[in-house]
Antibody, heavy 118, light 107 residues
């Protein structure tokens, strides 16, 4: 069974750094892109970017590029989303999503809620 | 970016009703289109991919159609577990974009 298990909820202050994780199991981790999708409370879905764990090739949504970094360690089947300077507007649920490069999101993590206070 | 406009944003319906949600893409995306259901407190779940293909395990009362710029999702005979928020998504061009969502509530 394919599973994407994300790290737990975080409460941070504006300006702090944060790295959240997503561990894949039940499939060949390096064979599928991992995407990150943001959902602000009560709002819709936004694609942030993705990474190919086999070679760490990344694509970013221009709206997020420069503010977040997506990385992966294929040896431990884990992808990461990190910020070096959080803003209150980063308060949201973040989902990691497995993708076979079709762009259709078959498998989702449970989400990591990030709360940033100003 | 390709804009995806979803309507309506809210629909109130009864168990057994049929509901249709539509999305319009700002340019031709062929059939690179998907629909998701999101129940409260849960991650989204893929219902339809390639505009009209039913994802494995999804009940046959869900159907998708369309190509180019106009797409629709129909839920025939609404069941209690179908009351949720539905999102459409274009998978044609990066950045991939979603519609604003449709909340389907019980009348």
């Amino acid at each position: 069974e394919v599973q994407l298990v994300q790290s737990g909820a975080e409460v941070k202050k504006a300006g702090e750094s944060l790295k959240i994780s997503c561990r894949g199991s039940g499939y060949i981790f390096a064979s599928y892109w991992i995407n990150w999708v943001r959902q602000v409370p009560g709002k819709g879905l936004e694609w942030m970017g993705r990474i190919d764990p086999s070679d760490s090739d990344t694509n970013y949504n221009p709206s997020f590029q420069g503010h977040v970094t997506i990385s992966a360690d294929k040896s431990i089947f884990t992808a990461y989303l990190q910020w070096s300077g959080l803003r209150a507007s980063d308060t949201a649920m973040y989902y990691c999503v497995r993708d076979d490069s079709s762009g259709f999101y078959y498998d989702w993590g449970q989400g990591t809620l990030v709360t940033v206070s100003s | 970016d390709i804009q995806v406009t979803q309507s309506p944003s809210y629909v109130s319906a009864s168990v057994g009703d049929s509901v249709t949600i539509t999305c319009r893409a700002s340019r031709d995306i062929s059939t690179s289109f998907a629909w998701y259901q999101q129940r409260p407190g849960q991650a989204p779940n893929l219902l339809i991919y390639g505009a009209a293909n039913l994802q494995s395990g999804v009940p046959s009362r869900f159907s998708g159609s369309g190509s180019g710029t106009h797409f629709s999702l129909t839920i025939s005979s609404l069941q209690p577990e179908d009351f949720a928020v539905y999102y459409c998504q274009q998978a044609h061009t990066f950045p991939l974009t979603f519609g604003g969502g449709t909340r389907v509530d019980i009348k």
